[in-house]
């Protein structure tokens, strides 16, 4: 099953998705573990591409693809924004880092889901939980 989404660039926004998005996931039976999973790492990259990639623009819309099937769940957010280098990205978990505010959302979301992966550009993240 897929389902799009589009979700204007506003942070009171996230959670209403993210429940918009779990009703959907609902018939795919995921354990506990795996909605939490999914959940938070959605809200990280909708923020990230809300604020980041959009500037909370409210007339940038952030697109949401949602698919699952008996094996997994695929999470796609991309922004109209122009993009980063995930691979430039600080490591939050280094000492000199760990005052920071940033890197933490994509340090979650590399570390929760099974894959992940940034078109070139840098403003489309695709996020994969498998369900076995």
């Known amino acids: 099953m897929k389902k799009e989404f589009r ?14 998005v779990l009703g959907f996931l609902k018939p795919a039976g995921l354990s506990e573990s795996a909605l939490y999973d999914i959940r938070l790492c959605l809200e990280e990259a ?8 959009n500037g909370l ?6 697109r949401l693809d949602v698919e ?4 997994q769940v695929r999470v796609s957010v991309e ?7 995930p ?11 760990l005052l920071k ?3 933490r959302g994509v340090h979650l979301i590399r570390h929760l889901m099974d894959r ?10 695709m996020m994969v939980k498998y369900l076995s």
């Not at 992940?116 to 993240?125: F, L, S």
């Open 79 to 85: 922004d109209e924004g122009p993009g980063f280098s």
């Open 87 to 97: 691979r430039k990205l600080a490591d939050c978990t280094r000492d000199d880092n």
């Open 46 to 53: 909708l923020i990230n591409a809300m604020k980041y990639g």
């Open 68 to 71: 699952f099937d008996k094996r």
């Open 7 to 20: 979700v204007s660039s506003d942070l009171s926004k996230v959670q209403e998705t993210s429940s918009d």
């Open 57 to 62: 623009d409210r007339s940038k819309p952030v």
């Open 116 to 125: 992940v992966e940034y078109n070139e550009k840098g403003n489309r993240v």
């Open 101 to 103: 505010g940033s890197g």
